[in-house]
């Protein structure tokens, strides 16, 4: 995990801003992940699903989080090459899994403000 973006963050914003919007990411992700994206696989919404994958990513990369970056790219690719929906069904257990270990790592680091 990469947090040298974060550590900067940090830096520049302060640890209550960063930690705020931690706290945004976080919650958004993990609504998109435990409610949303099931729903739009039965309701095959195709391009929600692609634009939740898409926007994922830019908040990850700012929170070290390079493994569920790295798959939100891979489901976003997958869709807009046209791939099926299925794909996701079957791997949003492990994508949230995912999700969940890298939020440990980034709320370890957020929770060490005399570094």
């Known amino acids: 995990m990469s947090n040298m973006i974060l550590q900067e963050y940090q830096k520049q914003l302060g640890f209550a801003k960063t930690a705020e919007l931690w706290s945004i990411y976080k919650t958004e992700t993990r609504d998109g992940l435990y409610t949303r994206l099931s729903r739009w ?68 680091i957020l929770n060490k403000k005399d570094s």
């Not at 798959?71 to 069904?89: F, S, V, W």
């Open 41 to 108: 696989v039965l309701q095959s919404e195709k391009e929600l699903l692609q634009n939740f994958f898409h926007s994922r990513q830019a908040g990850g990369k700012t929170f070290g989080m390079d493994e569920f970056v790295c798959i939100c790219k891979q489901m976003e690719e997958h869709l807009q090459a046209g791939g099926g929906i299925e794909i996701i069904n079957s791997r949003l257990s492990h994508i949230s899994e995912l999700f969940e270990q890298e939020a440990k790592q980034v709320e370890s």
